[in-house]
């Protein structure tokens, strides 16, 4: 095990993320009329999810979706939604969180069932972003999103901690993020 992020590292990026979001939302000349909802994709992201949501210094919208998309270990099949939000996101702004950002399978099917539900705008908010992500949808591209925001880059590599769980579905409790 190699750790990548020390339990430091992540504060202060969450921190950063979290006053971004809150910029981003209340003082521009956008500024939307509701408060800032969050849909948290369980179960990887509920460390970040939480984290971050106590960074943000005003009122959340909190709410989750549990989403399956990974077959057996290491090997992404079609995505499942197994619950959905119970939050009318109706002319909200949303904003998705995930653990990370790998293909954007996940997220792309995620941000499509969403739309479904009329937002007004969809934000997309993840702790990892893969490098050179294999996927053939790029959210940081998409003019749909409104804003992406990402706390760090990794290379190919499987990693645990921080909610990131292995194999074995263990490992998550850990507050530094390691590769294995």
């Not at 959340?60 to 996101?89: A, E, H």
């Amino acid at each position: 095990m190699k750790e990548l992020f020390t339990e430091k590292q992540i504060k202060n990026r969450v921190k950063d993320i979290a006053s971004d979001i809150h910029f981003n939302h209340y003082y521009t000349p956008e500024h939307p009329s509701n408060p800032i909802t969050i849909i948290g994709l369980l179960t990887g992201a509920f460390m970040f999810y939480t984290d971050l949501v106590r960074n943000i210094p005003t009122t959340v919208n909190c709410d989750f979706m549990r989403v399956k998309s990974y077959d057996k270990p290491k090997l992404q099949g079609t995505v499942n939604i197994i619950s959905d939000i119970t939050t009318d996101i109706k002319d909200h702004h949303i904003y998705i969180l995930d653990d990370i950002f790998d293909t954007g399978n996940t997220m792309k099917a995620v941000v499509e069932y969403l739309r479904s539900k009329e937002p007004k705008a969809i934000s997309i908010i993840t702790l990892l972003k893969r490098k050179n992500s294999k996927g053939n949808w790029d959210p940081f591209d998409d003019p749909a999103i409104y804003s992406t925001h990402y706390g760090f880059e990794i290379d190919n590599e499987w990693v645990i901690g921080y909610g990131l769980d292995d194999e074995s579905g263990h490992s998550r409790n850990f507050n530094q993020i390691y590769s294995i």
